[in-house]
C-alpha cells in the first residue's frame, strides 16, 4: 500500500556532498518511521538513519554522525538525506525504508522493522 522511490544517488569525489530524496506515494499516514539503509557489495545492509514522521526525532549511524542529515516534508510525502563529507566507505546503494512499527527499541535499527522499501540509488565516492 506504499511505494517509495529514492533519487539523487551518484558519482563524487571524496569530501564532496550529495542529497537523496525519496518520494512516498500510498497510505503514507500509517508510516511511524521512514529511513535510509545502504549495502556495499558482499556486505550486509546496514543502517544510516532514520526519522520519526510524527515527532521528528531522528537517529544515526555511528558511522554517519555529525556528516548526515536527515529530514522529513509529511505534507509532500518526502524525506531527504543529505551526506556531506563523502568518504569511500560510504560506497553504497542507498535504499529508502518505511515502517508500521508501533514502538521501537533503543538499540540500531535493523531492517526486518521496516514493511516497505525502495529500489535503491547507488552512490560512489572516489578517493
Known amino acids: 500500500q506504499v511505494q517509495l522511490v529514492e533519487s539523487g544517488g551518484g558519482l563524487v569525489q571524496a569530501g564532496d556532498s550529495l542529497r537523496l530524496s525519496c518520494a512516498a506515494s500510498?497510505?503514507?499516514?500509517?508510516?511511524?518511521?521512514m529511513g535510509w539503509f545502504r549495502q556495499a557489495p558482499g556486505k550486509e545492509r546496514e543502517f544510516v538513519a532514520h526519522?520519526?514522521?510524527?515527532?521528528?526525532?531522528?537517529s544515526y549511524a555511528d558511522s554517519v554522525k555529525a556528516r548526515f542529515i536527515i529530514s522529513r516534508d509529511n505534507a509532500k510525502n518526502t524525506i531527504d538525506l543529505q551526506m556531506n563529507a563523502l568518504q569511500p566507505e560510504d560506497t553504497a546503494v542507498y535504499y529508502c525504508?518505511?515502517?508500521?512499527?508501533?514502538?521501537?527499541?533503543?538499540?540500531?535499527?535493523?531492517?526486518?522493522?521496516?514493511?516497505?522499501w525502495g529500489q535503491g540509488t547507488q552512490v560512489t565516492v572516489s578517493s
Open positions: 525504508a518505511g515502517s508500521l512499527r508501533g514502538s521501537w527499541p533503543k538499540s540500531t535499527p535493523q531492517p526486518q522493522m521496516y514493511d516497505y
Open positions: 500510498g497510505r503514507t499516514f500509517r508510516m511511524s518511521a
Open positions: 526519522i520519526f514522521r510524527n515527532s521528528g526525532m531522528t
